[in-house]
C-alpha cells in the first residue's frame, strides 16, 4: 500500500484556511488523485471531505559554492492539497497545547 499523506503543512497562510474556511494542507505523494486523497483523510482523521484541490509545487533552483567550485542543482517538485471538510468536523494536528 502506497502512501498518500506524507505531511501536514502547517504555516501561517494554511493557519487562517483553518480557522476561516475549515481547510487543511497536505502534502501528498506525486502520483495520488483527488479521490485517493479524499479517502486518505477520511479514514486517518475521521472526518467527512468536501473538496480537495492540488497542485504541483516546481523545486527552486539551487547553487552551492565550494573550493572545488559552483555546483547547481533544483530542490525536488511536491504535490500540495487542499481538503475542504465538513463544517462540522475539525481535525487538530498540535493535539492540546497548554
Known amino acids: 500500500m502506497k502512501r498518500i499523506l ?23 505523494a ?5 479521490i485517493e486523497i479524499a479517502t486518505a483523510v477520511e479514514k486517518k482523521f475521521k472526518v467527512r471531505v468536501i473538496g480537495v484541490r492540488t497542485m504541483v509545487a516546481k523545486g527552486k533552483k539551487k547553487s552551492q ?6 555546483f547547481e542543482g533544483y530542490r525536488a517538485d511536491r504535490k500540495k492539497a487542499v481538503v475542504s471538510l465538513h463544517k462540522e468536523d475539525k481535525i487538530d494536528f498540535l493535539g492540546a497545547v497548554e
Open 6 to 28: 506524507i505531511r501536514p503543512l502547517i504555516t501561517e497562510k494554511n493557519t487562517l484556511l483553518q480557522e476561516q474556511q475549515n481547510q487543511y494542507a497536505f502534502e501528498v
Open 30 to 34: 506525486k502520483d495520488a488523485n483527488k
Open 65 to 70: 559554492f565550494t573550493r572545488k567550485g559552483k
